[in-house]
């Protein structure tokens, strides 16, 4: 069984898969050893691990990881990676840009695919229907954006997203919110639109911590899974795990 381990920039996210089956998740704050036993325990026959982060890790937890699992891997920029990357800067690309990609081709093959990414920013990914990493777009997230205006301007207030608002505010606060959520909607529905254009029957796929948010708002037809990070993740711990066997 397999470990999968995505530190993003708010939460960690973790996983036990059996070969391509999500069996157990877990989502804490902070990764720790405790967390990682508190899963695992469950599935003693887990003996691979895989990790993708963004910010640092307390270094017991690295040797823990690395003394527990006989294959551990940690993801970044050399690591072998089941799909083709036409990034001119692949050193640049976000790492979990690129397992959402992945988590996204195993789900639908030889399909055109738009991975949109809503967490603290918003990415736009693109994979071709030969397995193509294309490129994409990012963008500020729904969080990010209210933040900025309060940040950036001496008397609008913080505040944050509300499932009820109208699409004109009549006080700041609502005229904000409308701003903020109905941007970020055309935004999400305008780029389904062009890249449905230029690559008819492509399939959208939504992911990250804002997804629930804004599934049900948009006009255009998507699929939703959250885990998708994590289902790629997966996907590059067997690929590489295959390729270690047989060399």
Not at 43 to 55: E, L, M, Q
Not at 148 to 168: G, M, N, R, V, Y
Not at 191 to 214: A, E, H, N, W
Not at 241 to 246: G, M, S
Request: aromatic content about 10%.
């Amino acid at each position: 069984m397999n470990l999968v381990i995505d530190i993003g920039n708010s939460r960690v996210k973790m996983a036990i898969f059996s070969q391509h089956e999500m069996v157990a998740s877990s989502v804490k704050e902070v990764l720790s050893i405790e967390g990682i036993k508190e899963l695992t325990n469950h599935f003693p026959g887990t003996d691979r691990a895989i990790w993708s982060k963004v910010t640092s890790v307390d270094p017991s937890v690295i040797k823990y990881l690395e003394s527990t699992f006989p294959f551990f891997l940690e993801l970044n920029h050399h690591t072998a990676v089941p799909i083709r990357n036409n990034y001119l800067t692949p050193e640049t690309l976000g790492l979990d840009r690129l397992a959402a990609a992945i988590g996204a081709r195993e789900l639908f093959p030889d399909r055109a695919l738009l991975v949109i990414d809503a967490g603290t920013a918003i990415t736009f990914d693109l994979v071709e229907s030969n397995g193509t990493f294309a490129g994409g777009n990012i963008s500020p997230g729904l969080t990010i954006r209210f933040k900025a205006l309060h940040q950036f301007t001496s008397k609008l207030p913080e505040i944050a997203a509300d499932d009820h608002w109208e699409d004109f505010g009549r006080t700041t606060e609502e005229a904000i919110r409308s701003g903020v959520q109905n941007g970020i909607i055309f935004e999400i529905d305008g780029m389904i639109d062009q890249v449905s254009k230029i690559r008819p029957g492509c399939l959208t796929i939504l992911t990250g911590g804002d997804s629930y948010f804004f599934d049900k708002k948009l006009k255009n037809t998507i699929f939703v899974k959250f885990e998708l990070t994590l289902i790629g993740l997966n996907r590059i711990l067997e690929y590489n795990a295959r390729k270690n066997y047989h060399s």
